[in-house]
Protein backbone atom coordinates (compact mmCIF):
# COMPACT_ATOMS: atom_id res chain seq x y z
CA UNK A 1 0.00 0.00 0.00
CA UNK A 2 1.13 3.35 -1.29
CA UNK A 3 1.18 6.14 1.65
CA UNK A 4 -1.32 8.93 -0.43
CA UNK A 5 -0.09 11.16 1.98
CA UNK A 6 3.57 11.51 0.41
CA UNK A 7 2.33 11.63 -3.43
CA UNK A 8 2.58 15.27 -4.61
CA UNK A 9 -0.60 14.99 -6.87
CA UNK A 10 -2.30 14.17 -3.65
CA UNK A 11 -0.94 17.38 -1.62
CA UNK A 12 -1.36 19.94 -4.31
CA UNK A 13 -5.04 18.63 -4.83
CA UNK A 14 -5.83 18.96 -1.26
CA UNK A 15 -4.51 22.51 -0.68
CA UNK A 16 -6.69 22.83 -4.31
CA UNK A 17 -9.86 21.87 -2.16
CA UNK A 18 -8.93 23.86 0.86
CA UNK A 19 -8.80 26.86 -0.97
CA UNK A 20 -11.75 25.79 -2.66
CA UNK A 21 -13.69 25.38 0.28
CA UNK A 22 -12.64 28.71 1.57
CA UNK A 23 -13.35 30.36 -1.42
CA UNK A 24 -16.86 29.25 -1.84
CA UNK A 25 -17.91 30.42 1.71
CA UNK A 26 -18.12 33.80 0.42
CA UNK A 27 -21.21 32.40 -2.38
CA UNK A 28 -24.51 33.66 -2.16
CA UNK A 29 -26.91 31.91 0.17
CA UNK A 30 -28.84 30.19 -2.20
CA UNK A 31 -26.06 28.97 -3.86
CA UNK A 32 -24.94 26.65 -0.57
CA UNK A 33 -26.51 23.81 -2.16
CA UNK A 34 -25.51 24.70 -5.59
CA UNK A 35 -22.42 25.71 -6.91
CA UNK A 36 -20.65 26.08 -4.04
CA UNK A 37 -21.78 22.20 -3.19
CA UNK A 38 -20.75 20.89 -6.51
CA UNK A 39 -17.34 22.66 -6.52
CA UNK A 40 -16.74 21.64 -3.35
CA UNK A 41 -17.71 18.00 -3.69
CA UNK A 42 -15.86 18.24 -7.40
CA UNK A 43 -12.67 19.45 -5.67
CA UNK A 44 -12.52 16.87 -3.25
CA UNK A 45 -12.96 14.14 -5.03
CA UNK A 46 -9.66 14.61 -6.61
CA UNK A 47 -7.42 14.13 -3.88
CA UNK A 48 -9.69 11.13 -2.26
CA UNK A 49 -9.83 9.42 -5.51
CA UNK A 50 -5.91 9.65 -5.42
CA UNK A 51 -5.99 8.11 -1.77
CA UNK A 52 -8.36 5.90 -2.41
CA UNK A 53 -6.72 4.27 -5.23
CA UNK A 54 -3.48 4.35 -3.71
CA UNK A 55 -4.71 1.55 -1.29
CA UNK A 56 -5.48 -0.74 -4.07
CA UNK A 57 -3.52 -4.02 -4.88
CA UNK A 58 -2.99 -3.19 -8.23
CA UNK A 59 -1.88 -0.71 -10.76
CA UNK A 60 -4.89 -1.39 -12.66
CA UNK A 61 -7.10 -0.17 -10.16
CA UNK A 62 -5.04 2.61 -8.76
CA UNK A 63 -4.71 4.19 -12.21
CA UNK A 64 -8.95 3.73 -12.61
CA UNK A 65 -8.90 6.15 -9.59
CA UNK A 66 -6.11 8.39 -10.94
CA UNK A 67 -8.37 8.39 -14.04
CA UNK A 68 -11.47 9.49 -11.75
CA UNK A 69 -9.39 11.77 -10.21
CA UNK A 70 -8.67 13.33 -13.38
CA UNK A 71 -12.15 13.79 -14.43
CA UNK A 72 -13.08 15.56 -11.33
CA UNK A 73 -10.25 17.75 -11.61
CA UNK A 74 -11.27 19.03 -15.56
CA UNK A 75 -15.34 19.34 -13.20
CA UNK A 76 -13.23 21.65 -10.13
CA UNK A 77 -12.21 23.68 -13.35
CA UNK A 78 -15.23 24.02 -15.11
CA UNK A 79 -16.89 25.27 -11.98
CA UNK A 80 -14.59 27.60 -11.18
CA UNK A 81 -15.45 28.98 -14.62
CA UNK A 82 -18.68 29.37 -14.16
CA UNK A 83 -17.84 31.00 -10.79
CA UNK A 84 -16.26 33.73 -12.06
CA UNK A 85 -18.94 34.07 -14.93
CA UNK A 86 -21.30 34.35 -12.29
CA UNK A 87 -19.62 36.67 -10.36
CA UNK A 88 -18.65 34.74 -6.89
CA UNK A 89 -15.20 34.96 -7.71
CA UNK A 90 -12.68 37.96 -8.42
CA UNK A 91 -10.65 37.36 -11.60
CA UNK A 92 -7.60 37.56 -9.19
CA UNK A 93 -9.55 34.85 -6.96
CA UNK A 94 -9.71 32.95 -10.58
CA UNK A 95 -6.32 33.71 -11.18
CA UNK A 96 -5.10 31.70 -8.42
CA UNK A 97 -7.51 28.62 -8.37
CA UNK A 98 -6.93 28.20 -12.00
CA UNK A 99 -2.76 27.98 -11.48
CA UNK A 100 -3.76 25.58 -8.62
CA UNK A 101 -5.82 23.65 -11.08
CA UNK A 102 -3.49 24.12 -13.53
CA UNK A 103 -0.25 22.60 -11.19
CA UNK A 104 -2.37 19.64 -10.10
CA UNK A 105 -3.12 18.67 -13.42
CA UNK A 106 0.54 18.71 -14.03
CA UNK A 107 1.30 16.47 -10.68
CA UNK A 108 -1.66 14.28 -11.69
CA UNK A 109 -0.62 13.76 -15.16
CA UNK A 110 2.72 12.86 -14.33
CA UNK A 111 1.64 10.48 -11.68
CA UNK A 112 -0.97 9.11 -14.15
CA UNK A 113 2.20 8.37 -17.27
CA UNK A 114 4.44 6.86 -14.01
CA UNK A 115 1.62 4.33 -13.34
CA UNK A 116 0.67 3.84 -16.98
CA UNK A 117 4.49 3.12 -17.65
CA UNK A 118 4.37 0.66 -14.71
CA UNK A 119 1.10 -1.44 -15.93
CA UNK A 120 2.63 -1.81 -19.69
CA UNK A 121 -0.85 0.55 -20.47
CA UNK A 122 1.71 3.41 -21.78
CA UNK A 123 3.00 0.89 -24.43
CA UNK A 124 -0.77 0.74 -25.60
CA UNK A 125 -1.79 3.76 -26.00
CA UNK A 126 1.45 4.91 -27.62
CA UNK A 127 0.76 1.70 -29.95
CA UNK A 128 -2.74 3.35 -30.36
CA UNK A 129 -1.67 6.61 -31.04
CA UNK A 130 0.54 5.19 -33.87
CA UNK A 131 -2.06 2.86 -35.74
CA UNK A 132 -4.54 6.27 -35.61
CA UNK A 133 -1.79 8.24 -37.11
CA UNK A 134 -0.75 5.60 -39.79
CA UNK A 135 -4.26 5.03 -40.95
CA UNK A 136 -4.60 8.77 -41.46
CA UNK A 137 -1.85 9.20 -43.38
CA UNK A 138 -2.91 6.03 -45.52
CA UNK A 139 -6.50 7.67 -46.00
CA UNK A 140 -4.81 11.09 -46.83
CA UNK A 141 -2.30 9.31 -49.21
CA UNK A 142 -5.32 7.26 -50.82
CA UNK A 143 -6.98 10.90 -51.29
CA UNK A 144 -4.57 12.94 -52.87
Same mark, same amino acid.
Given at each position: ????????????????????????? +???? %??? $?????? =? &????? !?????????????????????????? +???? %??? $?????? =? &????? !??????????????????????????????????????? =????????????????
Amino acid at each position: MRNYKNIKAWQYADDLTVEIYRQTQ +GFPR %EEV $YGLANQ =L &RRASY !SVPSNIAEGSARSSKKEYLHFLYISR +GSLS %ETE $YFIHLS =L &RLGYI !SNQTYNTLTNQVNSTFARLHGLIKAVEKETGRLKKGVAL =LTSTLVIGLGKTALNT
